[in-house]
């Protein structure tokens, strides 16, 4: 088992940054590869941001390349999302989720532990 736990969102001007926190506990996190997901109100639950086991290689959504860095320290046990430039479509609950095998990042079924949310919203 992991347990996923969010922080780092809230309310931002558009062109603003944040930087989002996703602690785990349980399991070996090192061995997890992660994903940022988001969820807007009235629609489904969206890929951002992926980041392998090492570190060594991360895959983005189109809609955040260049704005959005994910990262991982696995000495703390934590994954990364700073948000540059953030835009009013931002908005929403972003969540993290931890899978073993780097296939298939962007698919959200594919991911075994979820945490609960933080929510980002940027005014205009």
């Known amino acids: 088992q992991v347990q996923l736990v969010e922080s780092g969102g809230g309310l931002v001007q558009a062109g603003g940054s944040l930087r989002l926190s996703c602690a785990a506990s349980?399991?070996?996190?090192?061995?997890?590869?992660m994903g940022w997901f988001r969820q807007a109100p009235g629609k489904e639950r969206e890929f951002v941001a992926a980041?392998?086991?090492?570190?060594?290689?991360?895959v983005y959504a189109d809609s955040v390349k260049g704005r959005f860095t994910i990262s991982r320290d696995n000495a703390k046990n934590t994954v990364y999302l700073q948000m540059n430039n953030l835009k009013p479509e931002d908005t929403a609950v972003y969540y993290c989720?931890?899978?073993?095998?780097?296939?298939?990042?962007?698919?959200?079924?594919?991911?075994?532990?979820w945490g609960q949310g933080t929510q980002v919203t940027v005014s205009s």
């Open positions: 980041i392998k086991w090492s570190g060594g290689s991360t």
């Open positions: 989720a931890a899978k073993l095998v780097y296939t298939t990042v962007q698919l959200s079924r594919s991911y075994n532990y």
């Open positions: 349980g399991r070996a996190f090192s061995n997890y590869n």
